[in-house]
């Protein structure tokens, strides 16, 4: 058997017949010329010759070569009237023509119109099949119209053409979703599932076309599918109503079953005592409770994705359907993961993670089997056993999974799993630890078998927690872990990342080992036993201690001085400054020295709530689906960045803090003229930020420029970083929604580029794929979900000339880019903003009142500091600004605007007002009076305030 | 979404070869070469489908594989589709190779580049699957094979 092409097939049996790559690539090269020349020659080629060698072309593609030639010639054959050519044509352009680089397809959108508007099935089957494959632009504006009726209308077309539209339409509309308008199809999408004898083929585009379009759309506007899914469903599974070919390993319909569920996960549960609430309940009974493992795999896959699908609906629901059968589906997934089959183990796992939950602590009676799967030869496995363990550690099981966990990492764990697992102990035993000492015992052991997978945060986290938080820190605990790392560190080999802690802790606490009858020398021979053999890191590490010891014990400081000396020639220019300096403390007199070293304070409570580790594992993209995805690992996601947020609240607006500005702004002779306007007592009251705690700082908006920068509307910007990258980028934002689109370039070609977006509180990003290439390029969609907004930091990483390099800068996105001006009369104005500063105990508003430095020049009058603030306020902080009295006569500034968000669990937009003031005083004009009202969070006040600071200081 | 579909011999060759998105080519082909890679990893004894955390394709991507006779089919999946019926569509995809070349072997996918993509142009369209009826599938494509003998 062969195709009835002589030519292709002696092409292709040539090729079978190469013994080498070599060979291979002689012979393409060959045909590839002999093609080109039959293609350039003037004489013209009859239509079978050009099928012949287009699918050659084609084979050739497959085989893996680049064809960078006939584009025109596969996409002219589709203009051919006879079928075997138009049929090759079609195939070929929609593999080989890319719009990229050809601009061929409004040349032949003419005839694949006449084609789809035919009455010929298999052309119109062809031409959607084409233009599904790659949705050009070109074909997309031509020919959506056309598409759209084909699948939504009934109308002459078979189901046959139908489904195949249906798969054309969402690939058009995923590609240019400005162009469609799916309300429109809200009813048409609805009927499909109407029709009295459906073809399953057809019902099978059209769940997929509606969870496609449910994916990049409210899905609410199709809330009136779900009675009708139900029934299809009921149909099929219930009362087995469906063509016979459709059955595979006798389970009817299984992929449009699978379809269904997953489209039904989209809507609201089906009110109870409904018919379609008692149909989804029989149908998912069944299907959970009926399903039996059987010896055919096929039977088994088929009838599993089926389950799978119905226990995540279930769980989807958090219960409101299909509740009672809770424990069956727990019975289920504690045999599936305990059985050969590896895809089951696998699934079965990552169902449980979903599944927490709903299950609560019922879980726990499948540790053990969770445990072996930690040990499963297949790592996607092992990884899921890791998640599902982390998930379901409780008080009650936690010690036992460290436990296990820490006795995987010291023998069996493999490089791909260790980063992961050693994160995941290091928060789980500081999050279930009731006792610090098995804490310290935890940690060891943990950089014992796995040292080099403990990163920075890690061991600076441990440290913090020996070190304490608040007041003072725990003795008991500081004894016990510098007895404990004094012993460690005796052994003749040690982590290196055991030495800096060692070197941290025994200096820190020598005190209380010295209590211990442990000699000040001993300690000191310890450390200096594992000096020579350092990297530079721990030798810096080990300097401090050194320093710290000899300014405690005297008796050291000689062999401190000498050590120091050395290492001010040290080739490390670190440990050569380290030593320079420490070299010239150590000969001042103790006095000094005492005062330069002393004790390491305890944390303030922030750090302790601030914990970066947790932060780590939940610094996550989450998409728009994620969102609503009501798994737990999403809730403890939510809460960790909430957590995270309040923490830093805490620390901005600290009661000492906010007395200390109180009894400023009460002290300040320029209060009088502003009697009854500023906030003086009651909640809510904001401290302006400090250049200290200014978190526009890192990396740093360090010039006027990108000020400007973060106070434009649209930003077309060139980050330079001098010899090796250039990024150019451009962000649009409007209401709450934005998008930023960047263009990297180098001097050498970059490869393998990925970004990360950091620090994105307040905002949640969704970063397409990277387009690889000469230029990259990538796209994020950015969301605003809560005023709390810090700037973000973008993180490059390219290869180039390769190296693996790094680069970071700051995204313009800030708090002032959600905001859209409100026009509002003065009176209605001052009364909100009057209402606000003396409602003393209102919790929705917050009020930030201060009085800043006016930096102008002293022969500038007012007036013109002023229509400058105005300028500000309208343009770079999107408020609707006004003078007052009027722009002759200007004593103050007005503005008003709303900060539009859109949390995450909610399902509207939020706005939040924001009211601004900002106006000269009667007695002097070295201070502007600057007042804030907004809604939401203090954050917003701050922010705009450390804008307005930014800009006018 | 199905975003690839591969069909590769166990030597790392490929004979079926689609990408339902757009992809450049030389992307494509180091996309190509790291899931021919993977197939090493296949064993009996592993799971037939991963999360693509390595970001070969996208990270948020699933990655399907099942192998038959001397065949590696490897479909690369957005979270939208269940891995297991995917696994399901390559076993549909193989019985109807089976119906159509009675007792499909390689090469038969090698010598009929023009009836095993037609084949796949009626289950996949577009990335999403319209069909998994076999009979409605061979119908439509002797439909197509006496057009072409017609004209």
Sequence with gaps: MSTNMRGLNTFITDIRHCSNKEQEEKRVEKELQKIRGKFTSQKGLAGYQKKKYVWKLLYIYILGYEVDFGQQECAFLINSSKFSEKYTGYVATSILVSEKTHDLFTQVASSIRNDLQSVNEINQSLALTMVGTQAPQELVNALHQDVQKLALTESRSTFHVRKKACACLLRMYRKYQDKFQPSQWAQGISQMFESRHPSLGFMTAATSLLVGTCQLNNPSIFEDCTPKLIKLLHKIAIQKDSPGDYNYYATPAPWLQVKILKALSFFSPPPPSTDSHRQLTECLTKIIKKTEVTKSINKNNVDHGILFEAANLVITYNGAVGMELKNDILKLLGIFISVKEPNLRYLGLETMCKFVKLAGDSLEDHLNTIFKSLRDNDISIRKRALDLLYLISSPNTSQRIVEELLSYAENGADLQIKDDLVLKIAILSEKFADNLYWYIDVVVRMINSSGDFVTEDIWFRIIQIIVGFQKEGNQELQKYAATKLFSQLSMPHVHETLICIGAFIISEYSQMLVEQNKEPQKLFDILNKHYTFSTERSRQMLLNAFVKLACKYPELRDQAIMICQIAGEHFDPDIQQRGIEYFSLLMEDDKLLNQIVVKMPPYSELVQQNNPLTKRIYVMVLNPKEQKDPTLLNQARIQASQEIAMAEQRLQSKPEQLQKHLSWLKACPYLNQFQGQIALEGVNIMVPPSPEDNNLKSPSISNVNEIKVLLTSQIGKVVDKPGDLVVQYKSEISGHLGKVSFQFEGASPIQNLSILVSQTNGMLFNILPVKQGDFPQVMMQVLSCDGNMTLPIASVFYEQNGQQKKHEFNLPIYTNKFVQPVDMPYDKFTKFFDDFTNNLSNQNYFKLDSFIRNTAPSNIPMSEVLKKAGGLLSVGLNLKAQPFPSLENLQMIWACGQLMIKPPEQSNILNLPIMVIISSLDQTNEFLRVGIRCGGSGEIAKNYMKLIMLYLG | ?151
């Design chain 2, 1 to 151: 979404m199905i975003k690839v579909f591969l069909i590769v011999n166990s030597s790392g060759k490929i004979r079926i070869r689609r990408f339902y998105d757009e992809v450049e080519f030389a992307r494509q082909q180091q996309i190509e070469q790291k899931l021919v890679q993977l197939t090493s990893k296949l064993s009996p004894n592993s799971c037939n489908f991963f999360k693509d955390l390595d970001g070969i394709y996208d990270k948020k991507c699933k990655i399907v594989m099942r192998f038959f006779g001397t065949l590696y089919f490897i479909a690369v999946i957005d979270e939208d589709e269940s891995e297991l019926g995917v696994l399901d569509l390559i076993q549909n995809i193989v019985d109807l190779m089976d119906k159509i070349f009675e007792n499909a072997c390689e090469l038969d996918v090698l010598y009929h580049p023009d009836k095993m993509n037609a084949l796949i142009d009626e289950i996949i369209v577009a990335g999403i699957v319209v069909e998994t009826n076999i009979m409605d599938i061979q119908e439509a494509l002797k439909q197509q094979e006496t057009q072409i003998k017609n004209k």
